[in-house]
Nanobody, 127 residues
């Protein structure tokens, strides 16, 4: 099991940027495919971005492609989400998630594919 703690959320104006961080405990972080999800009030949790164990592969929701970048630093047990050109529709609680993957460079894009979740960090984009 890996414990995940997000940080970096806050209030930003439309067009601005934020970088979210997710710190993981434990020595097996490199065995986890990682992802970012978000949940707005009254809506279901939705996929934002995913990254493979090595960081060599990534995937994004269509709504954030070209604006968000996911990355990871396995030496520091941390995954990041750089968010540029933020829009009011990006307002949500953002969650970091991990999926144990002992082999390969697969990506996980479904909520149910992840068994480890952080507590979330609020991102609010004002118009």
């Amino acid at each position: 099991q890996v414990q995940l703690v997000e940080s970096g959320g806050g209030l930003v104006q439309a067009g601005g940027s934020l970088r979210l961080s997710c710190a993981a405990s434990g020595r097996t972080f490199r065995n986890y495919a990682m992802g970012w999800f978000r949940q707005a009030p009254g809506k279901e949790r939705e996929f934002v971005a995913a990254i493979s164990r090595s960081g060599g592969s990534s995937d994004y929701a269509d709504s954030v492609k070209g604006r968000f970048t996911i990355s990871r630093d396995n030496a520091k047990n941390t995954v990041f989400l750089r968010m540029n050109s933020l829009k009011p529709d990006d307002t949500a609680v953002y969650y970091c998630a991990g999926s144990l993957l002992l082999l390969g460079e697969g990506l996980r894009v479904g909520v149910r594919q992840y068994s480890n979740w952080g507590q979330g960090t609020q991102v609010t984009v004002s118009s």
